[in-house]
């Protein structure tokens, strides 16, 4: 996945392989360049974060060709700019999020959404959708625009009646029953889910308890067509690159046959209710 973490991980990568083909080890390079070992190891490691000047310096230790230094550069700007992104936008509030996650939905002609935790925002009530919301925004001390944000959330939901669109929605058994919120909402969330299983264009899936998965669910993930997002608490990641498209395409691919679909995804969702309210 290509995240700024793992862009980082990619470049100190690059950087190691200019080690290697300059025949110096970590150790060698920092006597050469005057830097602290430690130093080397980290950025190595993707622990410590290198900046323009360490690849300028590292470049011409190494020998690299003038082009190959404007190359790592320009990854190290990308990065930043990426890291950037995610930071400014959640600065203005949670809505500007909403919004370009419409834009990119109205877009797509074919959506895959999966979260093990939490059931995915273009299925989820005002009310449930205030709740996760608010708890991000005091999370992350960002602008408390949640009213906002929930109204760009619920506009979402639009893209669910499109007949152009093929959507298809999974989530687990454990998201419907985890009380992120108080049961008036949990049981609104449920009847949600009722009424919006059956529409066209869009197929309903939960994981129910018990079954054994073929992959770690470690987070969702968004397919838009052929651009993944993945929102963890600190950053949001997305790719186009075929490899991580396709691995993604592929957990869908293992999820889905698990999943309970229909009539059966309709009893589970019945007798999760029947639990709140008993």
Known sequence: MTSPEQRRIALADQLRVLLSAAGLSGRQFAAAVGWQASKVSKILNGRQS???????????????????????RAELRAIRADEARWSRQLAAG???????????????????????????????????AH??????????????????????????????????????????EFALRYPIAGPAVMAAQLDRFLALDGLPSVTLGI???????????????????????????????????PDDVALYHRIADQLWPLAATGADARAIVRTVLADLTA
């Not at 949670?94 to 419409?102: F, G, L, P, S, W």
């Not at 959330?153 to 929605?169: A, G």
């Not at 018990?210 to 990641?237: K, N, R, S, T």
Request: charged content about 25%.
């Open 94 to 128: 949670h809505r500007a999020a909403q919004e370009d996650m419409a834009s990119l939905e109205q877009r797509a002609t074919r959506i895959r959404a999966f979260d093990m935790a939490l059931v995915p925002g273009l299925l989820q009530t005002a009310e449930y």
């Open 50 to 72: 290198v900046t323009d000047a360490d690849i300028l310096t590292w470049c011409a230790a190494t020998d690299a060709p003038a082009e190959e230094a404007e190359r790592l």
């Open 207 to 241: 994981v129910p308890f018990g079954v054994e998965l073929p992959v770690p669910p470690l987070h969702g993930f968004c397919i838009l067509d052929d651009f993944v997002l993945v929102e963890v608490f600190h950053a949001e990641a997305s790719t186009e690159q």
């Open 131 to 172: 709740v996760v919301l608010t708890a991000l925004a005091a999370l992350r001390d960002t602008p408390r625009d949640t009213d906002a944000a929930v109204r760009a959330r619920m506009e979402r939901q639009r893209v669910l009646y499109d007949s152009t669109k093929k959507i298809t929605l999974l989530t687990s």
